[in-house]
């Protein structure tokens, strides 16, 4: 298993390397984070013993059951899933460092309230859903900037950049498509020059269209399958994109 584990990460960093070469990046500028959901708590160990220390959880769930045995070695645990505002306690328990996913002015404020409680911050993405599809999460593309600017006025909350989940597609310049909206939106709220907003982090990318992502200005690629191994559902399942079954 570690063998596994160690000899994938292997091919990871030289496809990430790969396409920083391929498109004038500099490799520092591109960070992998490793999307931890299903992964047993063992197996996330062997990538953070050897120097792989950003992970991210889709479900909080999970982020209890492995907290314990993660909580002695050093790592960054951002959350990537679908956050509803009852779970809100729990990511600030279990020492979450980023919420990524952050798509709606309601969360926004249940979330900075109970920060202000614990004179804590908070490092937030605002999630964007560039695929326009109905079921994903995410705040429609016209209304980014809008959200943005009205989530700067919380002071717990310190807004790094935008995360997106492109189309699930083999058709790369689809796919694309979606990398380069939250590009073109990243600098569009840059020009907007709003107060205590910084736009540095462009997560996008996963293990079947990293390089893609890289193309199109990604700073995090989210990357499980291809280090972990497949899971035995599908991505949708695991994202939770459902909003019919879910609380708001």
Not at 116 to 127: F, G, K, P, S, Y
Not at 226 to 244: L, M, Q
Request: proline residues 2%; aromatic residues 4%; contains cysteine.
């Amino acid at each position: 298993m570690k063998e596994d584990i160690l000899h994938n990460l292997t091919i990871i960093n030289n496809r990430i390397k790969t396409a920083c070469e391929r498109s004038g990046r500099n490799l520092n500028d591109v960070k992998l984070l490793l999307a931890t959901k299903t992964v047993s708590a063992d197996r996330i160990k062997i990538a953070l013993e050897n120097g792989h220390t950003l992970i991210a959880e889709n479900k909080v769930q999970e982020l209890k059951e492995k907290y314990d045995d993660l909580k002695d070695i050093p790592h960054d645990n951002h959350f990537i899933g679908h956050l509803q505002t009852n779970k809100i306690k729990d990511i600030l328990k279990y020492d979450v460092t980023c919420l990524q996913s952050l798509d709606r002015l309601d969360l926004a404020e249940k979330l900075h309230q109970k920060l202000l409680a614990e004179n804590r911050t908070i490092d937030v993405l605002i999630q964007v859903n560039t695929s326009n599809e109905e079921s994903k999460f995410g705040v429609d593309p016209s209304k980014a900037v809008e959200l943005t600017r009205k989530i700067s006025g919380f002071s717990t909350l310190k807004i790094k950049g935008l995360m997106t989940i492109g189309l699930f597609s083999a058709e790369t310049q689809k796919v694309r498509v979606c990398f380069k909206i939250l590009r073109n939106l990243q600098q569009e709220i840059l020009h907007e020059h709003i107060p205590h907003v910084e736009m540095k982090e462009l997560s996008m990318g996963m293990s079947g269209d990293l390089e893609t992502a890289i193309e199109e200005g990604a700073t995090i690629v989210r990357v499980g399958t291809a280090v972990f191994g497949a899971r035995i559902y599908p991505d949708s399942y695991y994202w939770n994109e459902d909003k019919t079954n879910t609380k708001a």
